[in-house]
Every structure is written in C-alpha cells, then in structure tokens.
C-alpha cells in the first residue's frame, strides 16, 4: 500500500504537485515510464476519463530518459514514409496547444531548414509526402540559401526545403508540463522502480523495488531505452539503444546570426550515412550539433555521460566546414543520450504477446520525441478498443533482431 505521505514527499521531490489520497488500486491504467510517449499516453488516457496512475524510476524527463534533453526537432521530412509526416503534423496542433497553456514556450515554431545534396530523392520524396499531407515546404534554390544564410557555408550542397511552420519542441519542459498538469487534473504521480512482471494472462499488479504493490485494470510500459531489460524474452534485441552525444556551442556576444530568427533547426542532408542536424542558439542555450549516425549499445542506468574527445574533434570538424564563424566557438554544454533502435526506426506500440492487459510503447529511434501526442494518441485507442485497423508497422511482430534502419 502506497502511503500519501511517500506521493507527497515524491512530489516535492520532483516539483509536482502533491496528488490527492487514493488507494493504489483504484485505477484504470498505470503507465510506467513518464517519458515523452508515456506522459502522452496517460494523457490521451486521462481525457478519455480514465484514473491514471505515472510510475516513473528516476522522474518525468529524467537526466537519464531519451526525453530529457533540452530540445528536440519537430520537422515533417521522412522521405517516402508518409506515415510519420502525418503523425508530426497531427502532434503539431497539440504540442501548439501544450505550448498556450504552459507557463514558457513549449513549441517554438522557427522553421526547419533541409539543406540538400547531389543525391535529392529522399528531400523529393519528403516534399511531395508533406504536400500530400497538407503541410508545408518551400523550395530554395542554392542563390536563395546563400543570400537567406549566409552563416553556412554550402560546400556540397545544391538546394535546400524550408518548413516554415515547424521548429523545436522544449522537451524536459514539455513532459514536465504535462505530468504536471495531468496531476494538477486528478491523475497520481510516483517516483518507484517497477519490477519486471511475469506470468501469463492478465496482470493484476505491478510491483515495485521496494516491494510495493501497485493495482490496476491495465498497464502500459513505456520505458524507452528500458524496455528490453523489463521484457528480456520478448525485446531482447528488438530494442536496442545506443549511446549518441549532442554538443552545444556558444556565438560570440552579440552575434545574432546563430539565433532565430536568422537560423531556424537545420538538417544537412547532403550525405544520408552521416546526417548533421542542429538547432540555432535556442533560449540562449547555445548552438546544438548532433550527428544521427548511432552510436555503440549502452547502458541506460549505469552509462557515463560524458562526450569523448573524439567526438568533440568531430563536431568541430563539422562547424569549421559548415558554419565557418563558429569554427572557434567554446563549447558551453554536452549531453550523451541514447536512441532505442527497432531494427528499421518504427515505433513499437502493441499488446504483450502474453500479458493480455499490457501495453508496450516504445522505440522511438531517435526521431520519437516530435510524435509523442500522437504516439500517445494511438496507444490510448489501442487500449481502450477504439482504434479500429492497427497499424502493421507499430506490430511487434515486424520487429527483427537485426538492425537495418529504414527510417530518417
Ligand atoms: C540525442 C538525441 C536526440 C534526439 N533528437 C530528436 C529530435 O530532434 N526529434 C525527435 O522527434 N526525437 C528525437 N530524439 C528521440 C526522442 O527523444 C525519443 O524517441 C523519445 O524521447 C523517447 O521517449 P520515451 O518516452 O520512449 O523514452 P524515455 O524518455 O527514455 O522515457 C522512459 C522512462 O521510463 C522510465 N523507466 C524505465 N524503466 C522503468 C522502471 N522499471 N520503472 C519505472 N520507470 C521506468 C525512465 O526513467 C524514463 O523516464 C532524440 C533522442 C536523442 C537521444
């Protein structure tokens, strides 16, 4: 039994408020994991009228959750799958809304700048899926970018798309918002490690380290780069997270051409085997550079998180071809992260083959974060029976072992 004084010192502790009194059987769904899908998915859950209950190990965009970074891109561009240029579309509109009742900017819709190469199938391919979609994508021609940009420098690049309407998602700030504003509305938040479940049939409880039991009608796991360690048997492999840096970089006082509205997100397409992508100097956070190639596989607990210098050297590397003013930026912050890798990028939203009242949610592949409100969206349907035709691609059937990324 969960005491209200364990909610109310738990709550404090990660600056939530304290929920009110209730049994931990009385709800409808217990979502484990207050990342950016599980939050959404207990939302969806919560105006759909259901009692829910947020079980986090470590907090809501904790330093050690794919979600807790500072920021994350919020584009339409994935080639031919349509599908997820929908979702991000579709999320927009509620990131938006999120965005009006948080008390900071939750959304900042500076645009995001492809920058492409010789090879331009992919960037025409996600042209034509934005325009299909109803979204938005303007051309520019190499004349247009160099008289728009000229902080980059357009070695090997020929033209570039510009969604005007799309941005940057504040991604710490977003989860926290909403478990903060899912309590706020009745829902219970608590810090507790949950324990991996076994058996077969229906699940009646969850248990976590400490012993405690927590009872509910259904559960969804949404653990990110943890779900394989809660479900060995059935995720072995089928996720795997790999460990990837993110460097943030400082423009010289004053330079605001490294800002928006100067620069909006970027994404240098011009070699798909190794894509660059940055944000500008966001909320005078600095200028952030990633690369998108995946990284060696990682332990999500235990993972020291500090950049190699190699890594740096390479970063640097980069900056000094591509924005040459920033060649000699100091570096002001580093983050490691992990993506948790399907074998080809889709998500894996869909029943326990075993446990029929559990709900796995995850594998957002590095490009997650932008999809929440609908990834959340979707796994709400999913379990309360509304969703009508599952989509194969979220099965967990046509999850291989084998990585061979599809997705970008
Ligand atoms: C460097 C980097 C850059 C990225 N850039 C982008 C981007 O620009 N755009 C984009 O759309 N996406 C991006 N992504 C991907 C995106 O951030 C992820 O796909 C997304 O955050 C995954 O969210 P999640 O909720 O599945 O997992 P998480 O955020 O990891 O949440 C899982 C939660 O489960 C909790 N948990 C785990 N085990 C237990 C347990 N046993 N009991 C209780 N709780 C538990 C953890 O504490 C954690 O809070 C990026 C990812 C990284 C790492």
């Known amino acids: 039994m969960i005491r209200r004084r364990d909610l109310v010192k738990l709550a404090a502790a990660a600056a939530l408020p304290a929920p009110a009194a209730r049994r931990s059987g009385g709800y409808d769904v217990a979502v484990i994991g207050a990342g950016v899908f599980g939050a959404w998915t207990a939302w969806h859950l919560q105006r759909a009228g259901r009692r829910v209950l947020i079980v986090d190990a470590y907090g809501p965009a904790n330093a050690r959750a794919s979600s807790g970074g500072e920021s994350r891109v919020i584009r339409l561009f994935y080639g031919k799958d349509e599908i997820y240029t929908r979702m991000a579309l579709a999320s927009l509109r509620f990131w938006d809304d999120l965005s009006r009742r948080a008390a900071l900017p939750v959304l900042h819709r500076i645009g995001v700048l492809e920058l492409i190469g010789r090879d331009d199938r ?35 690049i020929t033209v570039g798309q510009l969604e005007p309407a799309s941005g940057a998602v504040m991604a710490r700030r977003a989860v926290l918002t909403l478990v903060k504003e899912m309590v706020a509305a009745g829902a219970t938040y608590l810090m507790g490690a949950v324990v991996p479940p076994a058996g077969k049939g229906r699940l009646s409880e969850v248990r976590l380290r400490d012993g405690r039991a927590l009872q509910a009608g259904a559960f ?92 740096l050297a390479a970063a640097r590397d980069y900056l000094a071809r591509r924005f040459p003013a920033l060649a000699q930026a100091p570096l002001v912050e580093s983050r490691v992260c992990q993506y948790e890798n399907t074998s080809n990028g889709d998500f894996l939203i869909d029943r326990h083959p075993e446990l029929e009242n559990v709900w796995l949610v995850g594998g957002g592949s590095g490009h997650g974060f932008k999809h929440g409100p609908a990834v959340g969206d979707y796994a709400a349907r999913a379990l309360l029976g509304s969703l009508g035709s599952p989509e194969p691609r979220f099965s967990l059937a046509t999850k291989q072992v084998q990585q061979q990324r599809a997705v970008y």
Request: overall charge negative; proline content about 12%.
């Open 122 to 156: 992919y960037a025409r391919e996600s042209r034509e899926a934005i325009r299909r979609a109803g979204g938005r994508v303007e051309d520019l021609s190499r004349d247009e970018l160099a008289k728009r940009y000229p902080q980059i420098s357009l070695e090997s």
């Open 220 to 311: 969804v796991f949404a653990c990110g780069p943890w779900l394989p360690r809660l479900f060995p048997e059935v995720l072995r492999d089928r996720i795997q997270p790999t460990r990837q840096e993110v460097f943030f970089f400082g423009p010289p006082a004053g330079d605001r051409r490294f800002a928006p509205p100067a620069l909006p997100v970027w994404a240098d397409l011009s070699n798909l085997e190794a894509i660059a992508y940055g944000m500008p100097d966001l909320e005078a956070r600095g200028f952030k550079l990633a690369f998108d190639a995946h990284g060696p596989p990682i332990d999500p607990d235990a993972l020291e998180r500090q950049v190699t210098p190699a890594g």
